[in-house]
């Protein structure tokens, strides 16, 4: 029997597979693993040790870091696609005119949320992390994963991810800003010019212009020039239909048909083994093609474990994007910016605590214990002095001043009087200090 082993965040669980189940390559999970047993054994498939690498699989797609930015740009934009192509040229209209319904513009809508979906995935990520390492780490993806939109040309995606940068609560991390590096900083900077609104959105358009197909465009963009088609020409000119206007908006409805034709899907396995130097009919098909030649054989062999491993970071991928942790709500994102900045505060307030000759391990006790106790060297008089009654209370201990901290004093050694130097100061010069 075929059976699956399956590492969750809890115990690993082994279950029968049925009969005549295809397409298994698709059913397997993330961290999961098939294998071949007999019914009446009921022995362990897997180790300890395996075990816990099937759980720690299955944990690792939540860590955006661990997740390569080029794989997830291609997934960004497979899914962009495949909403894209199914808006229908009526729904442009439908939206145009605001005509509401359940059916009007249901693509329109689904896309454009989906546009404000990835620009707060980009605010919450960065913010819901409270080190500042890693939070500029988590900055330098994100413009890794812009930059690989543009190469792909998904350019909304790019640009609501830009747009997340550019967010008031992610600006104002003013500490993680300076741990970005120039060369991400000169990245985000040119990628922002294409979302210069000057002579409407000139460049961003010679983009578009000089851009294969398909592609997917800035959507605010093309719903701006419907808009603007729409509002700035008269639907009648002297009691006549004015066509010349409608003329204008379907040629723009079809460009945008236009733009993406068909869903923008990742290479297959087979165009990856073909940019790795290998042209088999399979993979198996490769390994029997260069078994003769053991060098030949290893470096097929290392790239097939290639192909294993980008297939596996796809499905990490793919269950990270399926249901990614957004908050869209601004009060909720300003508590979690209220939480960096006061653990921010309070590991300054460490620095100067611990500046001041404490141990980092000293603690808060023991600091205002050593702070208000009497110094060894202070002595107080004793009663048999007959300086001080039994009756009233203790004086004070006096504080020794020092010459660094008096700054009378500093500035009276300095004041170019050659022979206070010479002699130590008398004592009715300290007495008036």
């Known amino acids: 029997t075929l059976v699956t082993v399956a590492g969750r965040e809890g115990p690993v669980r082994n279950s029968v597979l049925p009969e005549h189940l295809a397409d298994l390559h698709n059913y397997i999970g993330l961290s999961s693993r098939y294998y071949l047993k007999k019914r009446d054994t009921l022995a362990t498939l897997i180790q300890e040790e395996v075990q816990q690498e099937m759980i720690k699989d299955s944990k690792i797609h939540k860590q955006i870091l661990k997740l390569d930015p080029l794989i997830i740009a291609q997934e960004f934009t497979r899914i962009d696609s495949l909403v894209f192509t199914e808006i229908d040229a009526t729904e442009y209209l439908n939206d145009l005119w605001g005509r ?100 409407n959105f000139v460049k961003y358009r010679n983009l578009v212009k000089g851009s294969d197909r398909p592609l997917i465009p800035y959507f605010p963009v093309a719903k701006k020039d419907l808009t603007f088609i729409y509002l700035g020409n008269d639907s009648m000119v002297e ?77 990490r991928v793919g269950a990270y994007v399926v249901q990614p942790y957004i908050i869209t709500d601004e009060v909720q994102l300003d508590v979690l910016h209220r939480i960096i900045n006061a653990v921010h505060t309070h590991k300054k307030s460490e620095k100067k605590t611990d500046s001041h000759g404490y141990s980092p391990g000293t603690s808060r006790s023991n600091r205002t214990s050593r702070q208000g106790s009497v110094p060894s060297s202070t002595s107080i008089p004793s009663p048999k002095q007959g300086s001080v009654s039994s009756d009233s209370p203790p004086p004070s201990p006096k504080r020794t001043s020092t010459l660094g901290r008096n700054s009378k004093l500093s500035s009276f050694m300095n004041g170019g009087n050659k022979a206070i130097n010479k002699r130590p100061a008398s004592p009715k010069i300290w007495a008036a200090l």
């Open 239 to 315: 009691n006549m239909v004015n066509f010349e206007k409608l003329r204008m908006i379907a040629r723009e409805v079809k460009g945008c048909k236009q733009y993406c034709l068909k869903p923008m899907m990742p290479p297959p396995v087979e165009a990856v083994m073909v940019q790795l130097g290998n042209t088999p009919k399979s993979l198996h098909g490769s390994l029997r093609i260069k078994f003769k030649s053991p060098t030949a054989y290893q470096a097929t062999i290392n790239n097939l474990k290639r192909v294993y491993a980008q297939h596996h970071m796809r499905k």
């Open 100 to 199: 509401d319904g359940l059916h009007m513009h249901m693509h329109i809508t689904k896309f454009e949320q989906m546009t404000n979906n990835h620009l707060y995935w980009t605010v919450t990520t960065i913010l819901q992390e409270q080190s500042c390492t890693r939070r500029a780490e988590i900055i330098k993806h994100m413009i890794k994963i812009a930059k690989y939109l543009k190469d792909l040309r998904n350019f909304n995606t790019m640009f609501a991810i830009l747009s997340g940068l550019s967010h008031s609560l992610v600006q104002k991390l003013k500490p993680t800003w300076e741990k970005i590096p120039g060369k991400y900083r000169k990245i985000r900077k040119d990628l922002e010019l294409f979302m210069d609104p000057t002579r």
